[in-house]
């Protein structure tokens, strides 16, 4: 049984502040490179990293839920990360985007009995409440401007996979080496993305700036292996609400980054809405006594 004090460890503080940097790492890379061209870097760089480490540990490979492991990947990596990626390219502000794909602790709750979980009255209110205060925290930042037909159903599409992956692997695979798992999915992931990356995009195009490398080793080690990493061991340890319920704390998250680091603009409104997203967390994690 999970625990209250779990979500108020550094695990999920951690998991939260990773996740974050993933809108500051596509503005630092996206001008320099294809999205498709860049993530099937990000899948290679992971793949690189942990293959090697499996061989040497002899870590054990997941035996009779192969497909199950490698289905949940596709939709946690390349159906999430090539939806919100091309979006973006595509002129979809991130605010935007941060707002549509947040909608996804309540189409968790909303999809929970069918993998026989149930959300609890107090648990509805507190993501009543997240939606709340990220749209607060976006509210100042939306523009319509490049705004798209293409890039609004990217973002959807990011959104259900997101949603789809983590309840599919909460349901049919909570249980896996994280290593070789993760090789399972970013191996599937690489496999599907390729051929619209090949098709649509020229790698050529990848300009090699410091910048554009720095974005890359940051979305393979801090995002694509340790924020991973963290989601799945908060998947094993608690019901698939309560972990969604998290990124709830992203769109705020990744405001106060984009203030310190590139000067956006931070309203008050901005800061009552994480307040209100952080009351909502809490509505949805806190156990009754």
Do not use: N
């Amino acid at each position: 049984m999970s625990r209250p004090a779990s979500f108020l460890s550094p695990i999920p503080i951690f998991f939260v502040f990773l996740w974050s940097t993933g809108f500051i790492v596509a503005k630092f890379g996206l001008p320099y490179a294809p999205p498709l061209m860049f993530l099937l870097l990000r899948f290679t760089g992971v793949l690189a990293l942990l293959l090697p480490a499996v061989l040497i540990l002899k870590a054990p490979w997941p035996t009779g839920k192969f497909g199950h492991v490698a289905l949940a990947g596709v939709l946690l990596q390349a159906g999430y990360l090539s939806g919100v990626w091309v979006a973006i390219k595509l002129g979809m502000p991130a605010g935007v985007t941060a707002l549509i794909v947040g909608m996804q602790p309540i189409l968790t709750a909303v999809s929970a009995p069918l993998i026989g979980e149930s959300v609890r009255p107090r648990q509805w209110l507190g993501l009543v409440f997240g939606l709340a205060g990220v749209a607060l925290v976006v509210y100042a930042k939306i523009t319509m401007i490049g705004l798209s037909l293409a890039a609004i159903a990217l973002c959807v599409l990011a959104l259900l996979s997101i949603t789809a992956g983590t309840m599919y692997q909460r349901r049919f695979c909570p249980q896996f080496d994280l290593r070789t798992g993760t090789i399972i999915q970013f191996a599937a992931s690489f496999i599907v993305v390729w051929p619209f990356a090949v098709y649509f995009e020229e790698f050529s195009d990848i300009q090699w700036t410091p910048r554009v490398i720095g974005a890359l080793a940051w979305a393979v080690l801090a995002l694509s292996i340790a924020a991973i990493f963290l989601l799945f061991a908060l998947i094993r340890r608690s019901d698939a609400t309560k972990v969604t319920s998290l990124l709830y704390l992203t769109p705020p998250t990744t405001a106060v980054m984009a203030w310190l680091m590139f000067g956006e603009a931070f309203s008050a409104l901005g800061v009552a809405g994480m307040a209100l997203a952080v009351t909502g967390v809490i509505f949805v994690v806190k156990q009754t006594k």
